[in-house]
């Protein structure tokens, strides 16, 4: 659970960064899932960034039994999505963010929003948790949000480069009046942020690897009115805080359907 500050500080940055959220036993489990489950190396796409960078995702809709899923359903995540988005949240995907030594590529500047109104979200109701699996840090990558632009509604979004990202015209504009912040990270933290929260991050051009989890949650108000590439509605089975530690090295089940 978020306190009342820190609900306040999320309402008007459009971020909250929850320092330790995972213990130290917990952040060994998730990097050890994370490097080893052979479902993450097996379904991860490559995603150029047009300008030489790589990055890899591994992407999933459904959350199930493994101990990376024990992550999105944990009590501790779940309940501040709820809290933030004001009422009931569905599991809507989770993806293994790999940007690795050297050639890990770069994302523009986007809202999520600009890409999961098009899944027939009405509102932006919608949010992710991305939790670092290593250090994140200026030279590896680390994720760079605008302060605040998530008060600005949706953008635009259309090629830029060989991505979709947000009206660059805007962004520019944007910069201008709004502090970007650099989220360095210690394994084990989480960075609550809004679906309108503009982000970027650059190439990864130092030798340490930048994983991130990253679990992404819809009001259960806000299931697709249409044809969407994620879940409608069905409830979060969530689990407590304890379930982490007590699953251990368990992974993501063969059933599951990763993004193709
Ligand atoms: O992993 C990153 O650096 C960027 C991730 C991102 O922008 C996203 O998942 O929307």
Not at 66 to 85: F, G, K, N, P, T
Not at 90 to 106: D, I, L, N, R, T
Not at 161 to 178: F, H, I, L, N, S
Request: charged share 25%.
């Amino acid at each position: 659970m978020l306190t009342e500050s820190q609900l306040t500080q999320f309402n008007e940055d459009g971020y909250y960064l929850a320092k330790g959220l995972f213990d130290e036993e917990e952040t060994d489990l998730l990097r050890h899932a994370a490097r080893h489950d052979p479902a993450i190396s097996e379904k991860a796409k490559d995603r150029e960034d047009g300008s030489g960078g790589k990055s890899r995702i591994t992407l999933w809709n459904e959350a199930d039994d493994s101990i990376l899923s024990m992550y999105s359903r944990s009590e501790r995540i779940v309940s501040a999505a709820e809290q933030i988005l004001g009422g009931e949240v569905y599991h809507w995907h989770s993806k293994m963010m790999q940007k690795e030594p050297f050639v890990g590529g770069a994302w523009v500047w986007h809202q999520d929003y600009g890409y999961w109104y098009n899944d027939t979200c009405l509102f932006p109701l919608l949010l992710s948790c991305y939790i670092a699996v290593d250090k994140a840090t200026k030279a590896n990558g680390c994720l760079q949000v605008l302060k605040g632009s998530h008060l600005l509604g949706r953008i635009d979004h259309m090629k830029v480069g060989d991505q979709t990202g947000a009206d660059p015209v805007r962004c520019v504009e944007a910069e201008k009046v709004m502090p970007l912040v650099h989220c360095e990270m210690d394994p084990g933290d989480a960075l609550f942020f809004h679906c309108n929260l503009l982000h970027k991050s650059e190439q990864n051009t130092s030798p340490d690897p930048r994983w991130a989890l990253i679990c992404c949650y819809n009001a259960k108000r806000n299931s697709p009115f249409g044809k969407s590439g994620h879940p409608t509605y069905s409830p979060l089975q969530r689990v407590p805080d304890a379930a982490i530690k007590e699953t251990g090295l368990k992974y993501l089940g063969a059933d599951l359907e990763f993004l193709e």
